[in-house]
């Protein structure tokens, strides 16, 4: 995962390479000449006010991306927010106010981190809505982390209820649900924790950041890699060592 590609403003020429979600071969180039920008209102109304500066200034932009894989040249809507920041220009090494974007839509969304492909539907898809939401909604976003982790929990077949002391069954949290993992693999156990901590933030209307949000999908994107893929490759060596056994000879 590279961070600095979800933090990073688009130009009038320039949009960060994110990866193409449909191909997940080509890299997302901006369409020449299709950025359009327009200032809001209240930021026009504002240049009237005796303490105006530039830095209040604020467009909404919409433009569009495209897919660099000839085979598949996948279009992209961008739509967001921009402002102007100052910058040293080397020409006349003096300091000038350059327009910049930030995101705030992308459709179709790329992927944030990589999605082992033996991952369930379900968590396939609830990491596909926080994507969605990282630049327009944190808090919403970790809330949806937080749901796919109950969506893991119950592909890695962690139990949903447990028996009480009196015979009956209740439903477990989803914090009991990660404590009983621990039990077998404290290390992950401990890294699903964290994530649930900031989806319990989210779901509350605590304050999440981007770089909140950025150190959740990094820590997903491992501990996917070391359930998921390092399950499979390990499931692959059992079924390899059993039909050497037992296959036919
Ligand atoms: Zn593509």
Redesign the pocket.
């Known amino acids: 995962m590279d961070r600095t590609l979800w933090t990073r403003s688009i130009s009038q020429h320039y949009c960060p390479p994110w990866k193409?979600p449909?191909?997940t071969?080509?890299m997302i180039a901006l369409v020449p000449k299709s950025l359009d920008y327009e200032e809001t209102a209240q930021s026009r109304r504002s240049r009237t006010h005796p303490d105006f500066d530039p830095e209040w200034v604020t467009f909404s932009f919409i433009t569009w991306g495209k897919?660099s894989?000839h085979s598949?040249h996948?279009k992209f809507a961008i739509a967001g927010k921009g402002g102007v920041s100052p910058e040293y220009t080397s020409e006349g090494g003096d300091w000038d106010y350059v327009e910049y974007f930030m995101p705030k839509y992308c459709h179709p969304m790329p992927n944030i981190i990589e999605v082992p492909n033996s991952c369930s539907d379900e968590v396939k898809r609830l990491l596909a809505e926080s994507f969605s939401l990282f630049w327009s909604n944190q808090s919403a976003c970790a809330g949806r982390i937080r749901v796919s982790l109950e969506c893991l929990m119950n592909y890695l077949g962690v139990p949903r209820k447990r028996k009480s002391k009196n015979g009956k069954y209740y439903e477990l949290t989803l914090h009991a649900r990660i404590d009983a993992y621990a039990q077998k693999d404290q290390k992950i156990g401990s890294q699903l924790m964290a994530l649930k901590w900031l989806g319990n933030t989210g779901s509350h209307d605590g304050e999440v950041s981007r770089t909140d949000i950025l150190d959740a999908f990094e820590i997903l994107e491992h501990t996917l890699e070391e359930l998921i893929n390092k399950r499979s490759a390990r499931v692959s060596v059992l079924a390899k060592k059993l039909a050497r056994k037992h296959g036919k000879k």
Do not use: A, F
Request: with cysteine; charged share 10%.
């Open positions: 193409c449909v191909c071969k080509g897919c894989n598949c996948q």
